[in-house]
C-alpha cells in the first residue's frame, strides 16, 4: 500500500450464537448443515500487558474454531458472557461428509480466506492496510470478536491452492478450513494474511479482545464497537463502511482499541498454533508432501 492510498474498512458480521457441548466434555466438528457459531476459547498467546509491554500466557478471547474442542461448562457465567469454554483438539474431520470450515482463523497466524468472498467480489480485491471488522449483532450492539487488518493478499483456486499457498499457513489451517471449503467450492479466493504488532501497516495490526485467566474463567462479553460509521442492527450484511486514507483509517482502528479496553480487554496480537497431525495432513494430500 503506497503512501497515502486509501483502504478499505469492512463490517462482516457472523452468526453470534454460542456453541456448547455436543457429546459430554467434546465438542465435535461442526457439520456445514449447522453453519456458524462462536467459541468462548482458552489458548496461549502473546498480549499487551496494561503497561504497554508484549507478554505471553494462557488467554480466553471469542473466535470461530468449528474443529473438535474440549468443553468445560462455566458453572457461574458473567453477564452477557458465555456459558461454556473450549480448548482446540488437533485431529482431522475423518468420517465427516460434511465438515464446517474455520474462517476467520487466528491459531498461528491472523488468517481470512474464504467466507463471503464469492458472494461479495469486492472481498477479493481489498487494499493492504484495509480493516476487517468481524463481529456479531446482539440485542442491537454489534459486537467484535476479530479485528484483522489486510497484511498481504494471495489469490488461489480449487486447482492451485496447495501450490499457491505453500508455506504461508499453520498446518491446521489446511484441514480445519481449505480442505472443507474446497470439497465443493469453485471459486477464486483471496487469502489474506493479517499484519502483526511485529510488521504492523501505519502502525495498526490484527488482534482479539482477550483477557488473561484460566480455564476456570467466567468469561467476559464481546465489546461493542462504537466506531461511527458502523450500522448495530446489521446483523447478515457485510458492509463495506468507507475508504480511508491511512491516517483515517488508524483514527477508526483506535476508537475499536479504545472500545476493546474500555471493556477491560486486552489486545491478543499473537494466538499459539494448535498442535496437529502435520505426517498425516502430508499422508492426505501428497503435493504439500513434495513440496517439503
Known amino acids: 500500500m503506497s503512501e497515502g492510498a486509501k483502504a478499505l474498512l469492512v463490517q462482516f458480521p457472523h452468526p453470534g450464537r454460542e456453541w456448547g457441548s455436543s457429546a459430554g466434555s467434546v465438542r465435535e466438528w461442526t457439520q456445514e448443515e449447522e453453519g456458524h457459531g462462536r467459541k468462548f476459547l482458552a489458548h496461549r498467546g502473546r498480549f499487551i500487558a496494561e503497561n504497554g509491554q508484549l507478554e505471553a500466557g494462557d488467554l480466553t478471547f471469542w473466535g470461530e474454531w468449528e474443529a473438535r474442542s474440549a468443553v468445560t461448562e462455566i458453572a457461574q457465567p458473567s453477564r452477557s458472557g458465555p456459558s461454556w469454554i473450549h480448548r482446540p483438539l488437533p485431529g482431522h474431520a475423518h468420517g465427516l461428509k460434511h465438515p464446517q470450515n ?25 487494499p493492504t492496510g484495509s ?5 456479531s449483532t446482539v440485542s442491537g450492539d454489534f459486537l467484535i470478536d476479530t479485528v484483522f487488518v489486510v497484511g498481504s493478499a494471495h489469490p488461489h483456486t480449487r486447482l492451485n491452492y496447495v501450490k499457491a499457498l505453500a508455506r504461508l499457513v499453520p498446518a491446521a489451517y489446511w484441514d480445519v478450513s481449505l480442505r472443507p471449503w474446497y470439497r465443493t467450492a469453485e471459486d477464486q479466493s483471496t487469502l489474506y494474511v493479517g499484519a502483526t504488532i511485529r510488521s504492523p501497516i501505519h502502525d495498526m495490526y490484527s488482534f482479539v479482545p482477550c483477557q488473561i485467566g484460566p480455564i476456570g474463567s467466567r468469561g467476559f462479553a464481546r465489546p461493542r464497537v462504537t466506531v461511527p460509521e458502523v450500522n448495530p442492527e446489521s446483523s447478515r450484511n457485510i458492509k463495506i463502511l468507507g475508504s480511508f486514507d491511512p491516517g483515517e483509517m488508524r483514527r477508526r482502528w483506535d476508537v475499536v482499541v479504545e472500545d476493546v479496553t474500555r471493556a477491560k480487554c486486552l489486545l491478543g496480537v499473537g494466538i499459539d498454533a494448535v498442535p496437529w497431525p502435520t505426517e498425516e495432513s502430508w499422508r492426505l494430500c501428497p503435493v504439500l508432501r513434495q513440496l517439503e
Open 102 to 126: 474455520t474462517d476467520p482463523f487466528v491459531f498461528g497466524a491472523f488468517l481470512y480466506s474464504l467466507c463471503r468472498q464469492a458472494s461479495h467480489p469486492t472481498l477479493r480485491s481489498l
Open 131 to 135: 480493516v476487517i471488522l468481524f463481529g
